[in-house]
């Protein structure tokens, strides 16, 4: 099985490197998508956009758990 992911936020520290400071682009997932479907993986999985909010990101200090 196969999941592409789409939900990367930066945080953290990920502003100190510019190369993940960012949320991954419309083309590079579109890209990603073409390759999942002309792959031979036949148990894939694509993400809607929708999944790339902020509101996803949990609390990381516990609560809730």
Not at 16 to 21: G, S, T
Not at 24 to 36: A, I, K, Q
């Amino acid at each position: 099985m196969f999941s592409m992911m789409r939900q990367y936020a930066p945080c953290g520290r990920a502003q100190e490197f510019p190369e993940i400071n960012r949320k991954v682009s419309d083309g590079e997932y579109s890209e990603l998508e073409d390759y999942l479907l002309n792959s031979s993986i036949e148990d894939g999985f694509l993400q809607e956009k929708a999944a790339a909010s902020e509101n996803f990101i949990p609390c990381f200090d516990g609560s809730g758990v």
